[in-house]
C-alpha cells in the first residue's frame, strides 16, 4: 500500500509530504460521481445479450420510409451501395477472392446493426433519429436481406433474438500464424 | 575558407569514404559483400572521386543570408523551413471522401523514432471534430464501485506518466495491389510519440474495479462515436489516457482532448475523443470489431479480436521513388517495430531474400516503439532487391507476404507485416520490387 511519508529528518522543517509509491495506488478523490440520469445520457452500447436495448418499437414499413429519406443517399436504391458500403448481398462470397462483406452474409449480431445506426448514422448527422427510427431501419435492412418478415414489428427482442447466418463464423485471434525462420545465407535455393 | 585550403578539404572528403569502405569489409558489415564479391578497390577509388566532386561555384561566395537579418524572433508556432516541401500528410492512394479518410506519414522523409505531431498519420470515421476542454467529460462506469466523471483538468491532476510508443493501423497495408509508390503509400499508417497521461489502471482503482469485469468498452466523442472493447488484463497493463504527445498537448486530429493509447494493439482502439470507458463482462461486438477490423481467411472464417500489431520493418532509404546518384557505399537506412515488445534484430538484404546480414540497430530500443536500424551496402550499378527482416523479444520473425497469404489467403486484408522489398535498376532508381 502507498502512503504519504512525511520527510521528518530531511524535509521537516519544511512540512513537506512525499507520496511513495508502491504495489497498491491511494484514492484521489478526483472525478464527479455520475447519476444514473447523467450515465443514461451517454450509456448507448448494446451488446449481443441485447440487455441494453431501449424502449420503443416499429415496423418494417416505417423502416422503408426513414430509408429512404436518411439513407438511401448513399446506400442506393436496393441497399446496393453508394457513396457507403453496400448493406446486402454477398451470400456465399465470403469464401471467393471478391468477398462482399455486409449486414446479411458477414455481420455476426443484429445488435451491431441497432448499435451502429443509433450511434453514428447517418453519417451527415450521427444520432438524429429516434430510437423507435432506429427500431425501424434497422428492421427494413434486416428484411430487404430476408431475415424479417415484410409485416414484422421490431423491438428489443425482435433484435436481440434474431441469429444471423454468419453468426459462427468468427474465431479469435490465433496468431502468430505465419512459420518464418531467420534464414541467413542461400535462403532462395534452400528454403 | 581560401582556395588551398578548400582544396585540401576535398581531398580529405574524397579520402573517407574509401578508408570506411575497407573498414566495413574487414568488419564483415557489408551488406551483399559475401554475394557480389570484393569490387576492384580502383574503380570504386574513381568513382568515389568524381562523386564527391563539388560544384563549380568557386571561390565559395558569401551568401544574402548572411549579409542581412533574418526573420524576427518568437513567431507563436514554428513551422518546418519552406523548403521542406516533401514532408507531409497525404490522403491514401485512391480516397477521395475526406470525412471517413487516412493520411499517411512520409516516412521516407523522416529521421529518428519520433514522428513530428504535424505528420503523425491520421484516420478518422467521421471527421476531426473541434472540442473545448472545458466542456469535455470522460465517464467511466458499469462494472466499477463508484461510476466517475472527470474534467480534462482532473484527469491531468492524477500521477503523469511518459512513455515512447508506435501506433500503427491494422490496414497497413492490404495483401492486393495497387502497390505503393513510396514507403509513406506501402506503409505510412505508422508513427511513434512520446505520450504522456494517466494509466487507466490508476483511473479504474479509482473508481474501484469490480471482480466480474472482464472487458472495458471505450467510446469516443466524435461524429462515429466510435466503440471498441479491450480486454481488462490489457488495461490494467499499460493502457493510458492520454492528454499529450511529444510534449505538447494532442492535435485535435489525434483525439483533443483525451485519447486512449493501446500499446501494440492496432491503431483504431486508440479511442480518440475518448468520453467514456464502460467496464462491462463482455465485449460490445460493435461494428468496427465485426464488419470491420476482423480478417476474412480463404476459408471463410474471420479472426475476430486480432488486437497486436506483429513485428515489422521497412527500409525507407533508399525507398520507392529516390534514387541512388553515386555509385559506392551507401547507407541503408529502417525502422522496426513490433506490438509485442522490443526489436532484437533486423536483418537486411539486397539480393532479394537470399543472403541476409545483420543490420546495426540505433538507440534507445524501446518497448512497441519505432527502432532504428542501418546497414552499409555497396552499389555499383548493378540491380539490388533490396529487404528488411524484424525479429522481436517472443523470437517471432517478420514473415515474406508469401507466407501470410499460405496462412490466410489474399482477402484477410488487415495486419499485412510482411517483408517489403524495393527494387534498385541499374540507373539508380528505386521501385516496389512488389509491381
Redesign the interface.
Known amino acids: 500500500m502507498g502512503g504519504l511519508r512525511c520527510g521528518s529528518l530531511v524535509l521537516g522543517v519544511l512540512g513537506a509530504c512525499v507520496f511513495t509509491?508502491a504495489a497498491?495506488?491511494p484514492?484521489?478523490g478526483?472525478?464527479?460521481?455520475?447519476t444514473e440520469a447523467?450515465?443514461a445520457g451517454?450509456?448507448?452500447?448494446?451488446?449481443?445479450?441485447g440487455k441494453a436495448l431501449p424502449p420503443g418499437n416499429a415496423t418494417v414499413a416505417e423502416g422503408e420510409k426513414v430509408y429512404m429519406s436518411s439513407c438511401v443517399a448513399c446506400h442506393g436504391m436496393k441497399l446496393e451501395g453508394g457513396?457507403g458500403p453496400a448493406l446486402t448481398g454477398g451470400e456465399g462470397s465470403?469464401?471467393t477472392?471478391?468477398?462482399l462483406?455486409t449486414?446479411g452474409s458477414?455481420?455476426?449480431?443484429a445488435?451491431?446493426l441497432f448499435?451502429?445506426i443509433r450511434?453514428?448514422m447517418p453519417?451527415q448527422a450521427?444520432?438524429s433519429l429516434t430510437n423507435d427510427q432506429v427500431y425501424a431501419v434497422t428492421g427494413y435492412v434486416l428484411h430487404i436481406n430476408k431475415l424479417l418478415d415484410a409485416n414484422a414489428t421490431v423491438d428489443a427482442s425482435t433484435i436481440a433474438n434474431l441469429k444471423m447466418p454468419n453468426q459462427e463464423?468468427?474465431?479469435?485471434?490465433?496468431?502468430?500464424?505465419?512459420?518464418?525462420?531467420?534464414?541467413?545465407?542461400?535462403?532462395?535455393?534452400n528454403p | 575558407m581560401t582556395k588551398k585550403s578548400t582544396a585540401s578539404a576535398e581531398q580529405e572528403a574524397s579520402k573517407t569514404p574509401l578508408a570506411r569502405r575497407d573498414f566495413l569489409i574487414k568488419s564483415g558489415a557489408l551488406v551483399g559483400t559475401a554475394a557480389f564479391g570484393l569490387v576492384d578497390s580502383k574503380l570504386v577509388m574513381a568513382d568515389t572521386t568524381s562523386a564527391t566532386s563539388l560544384d563549380p561555384n568557386l571561390p565559395l561566395e558569401v551568401p544574402q543570408w548572411t549579409r542581412s537579418l533574418g526573420t524576427p524572433t518568437a513567431s507563436p508556432y514554428g513551422k518546418p523551413s519552406t523548403f521542406e516541401t516533401k514532408a507531409i500528410r497525404s490522403l491514401y492512394p485512391g480516397l477521395k471522401d475526406t470525412m471517413s479518410a487516412y493520411s499517411t506519414s512520409p516516412l521516407q522523409e523522416l529521421d529518428g523514432i519520433i514522428t513530428p505531431n504535424g505528420l503523425f498519420y491520421e484516420r478518422h470515421h467521421a471527421g476531426v471534430p473541434q472540442i473545448n476542454p472545458a466542456e469535455h467529460r470522460l465517464m467511466i462506469h458499469g462494472l466499477t464501485e463508484t461510476a466517475l466523471i472527470f474534467t480534462v483538468d482532473e484527469i491531468r491532476q492524477f500521477p503523469a506518466v511518459s512513455r515512447v510508443y508506435f501506433m500503427e493501423c491494422s490496414g497497413n497495408p492490404s495483401f492486393l495491389p495497387p502497390w505503393g509508390k513510396t514507403a509513406a503509400e506501402v506503409s505510412g499508417l505508422v508513427s511513434c510519440a512520446e505520450w504522456t497521461g494517466v494509466t487507466l489502471r490508476t483511473l479504474l482503482n479509482e473508481a474501484g474495479l469490480k471482480p466480474e469485469a472482464k472487458w472495458i468498452i471505450a467510446e469516443g466523442a466524435d461524429g462515429a462515436a466510435m466503440t471498441r472493447s479491450i480486454p481488462i488484463e490489457k488495461c490494467l497493463d499499460d493502457v493510458m489516457v492520454v492528454y499529450s504527445q511529444n510534449g505538447e498537448r494532442l492535435r485535435p486530429e489525434q483525439g483533443y482532448p483525451l485519447r486512449l493509447f493501446v500499446p501494440g494493439y492496432e491503431g483504431n482502439t486508440h479511442i480518440k475523443w475518448l468520453r467514456r470507458l464502460h467496464v462491462t463482462d463482455a465485449p460490445a461486438y460493435s461494428r468496427e470489431e465485426t464488419a470491420k477490423y476482423t480478417d476474412l481467411m480463404a476459408n471463410g472464417k474471420a479472426r475476430k479480436f486480432s488486437f497486436v500489431m506483429e513485428c515489422k520493418s521497412l527500409i525507407t532509404y533508399p525507398s520507392g521513388t529516390q534514387k541512388l546518384t553515386r555509385k559506392g557505399v551507401h547507407e541503408m537506412r529502417g525502422i522496426a517495430w513490433s506490438g509485442h515488445g522490443k526489436i532484437t534484430r533486423v536483418d537486411v538484404s539486397v539480393d532479394g531474400g537470399n543472403n541476409w546480414t545483420q543490420a546495426r540497430l540505433q538507440e534507445p530500443i524501446l518497448t512497441k516503439a519505432l527502432t532504428v536500424f542501418r546497414a552499409a551496402f555497396e552499389w555499383n550499378g548493378q540491380e539490388l532487391m533490396i529487404m528488411s527482416r524484424a525479429i522481436d523479444e517472443t523470437g517471432y520473425v517478420q514473415p515474406m507476404m508469401e507466407q501470410l497469404i499460405d496462412e490466410r489467403g489474399k482477402v484477410s486484408f488487415y495486419h499485412n507485416n510482411s517483408v517489403q522489398p524495393w527494387r534498385v535498376s541499374s540507373n539508380g532508381e528505386v521501385t516496389n520490387g512488389r509491381a
Open positions: 509509491y497498491a495506488e484514492k484521489y478526483l472525478g464527479t460521481k455520475a447523467q450515465i451517454w450509456n448507448i452500447d448494446v451488446a449481443p445479450d457513396v465470403l469464401t477472392e471478391k468477398p462483406k449486414v458477414y455481420w455476426p449480431y445488435t451491431t448499435d451502429y450511434r453514428a453519417f450521427p444520432q463464423g468468427f474465431f479469435v485471434d490465433d496468431r502468430p500464424d505465419s512459420k518464418a525462420v531467420a534464414c541467413m545465407s542461400n535462403c532462395l535455393k
